[in-house]
């Protein structure tokens, strides 16, 4: 009969702290917060990418400039090419 009683107010405890943090979450994106990795390009650099491009510049040569790997170019490229849905 004990073990019920804390098995279910431990269980109610986690319900509480799911909610809480369920609306902790929707608070910041409603606010505008950003999760996750920061971005290493940001939008400035993602339109230089793209200008230097349609220049003909290689695709290596732009990553080893800004530092960063091939596939980030390609997904700026990408992205910038693609409008947003």
Known sequence: ?????????????RDLLLERTHSGIVRARGA???FGRPPVLNEEQKQVV???????????????E?????QT?????AKLQTPDI
Request: a positive charge.
């Open 1 to 13: 009969m004990m073990m019920q009683v804390i098995s279910a107010v431990a269980e109610f405890e």
């Open 50 to 64: 793209f200008e230097r491009i349609k220049s003909g510049v290689s695709i290596s040569a732009i990553a080893r």
């Open 32 to 34: 505008g917060k950003r």
């Open 66 to 70: 800004f530092k960063t790997s091939r």
């Open 73 to 77: 170019i390609l997904r700026a490229k």
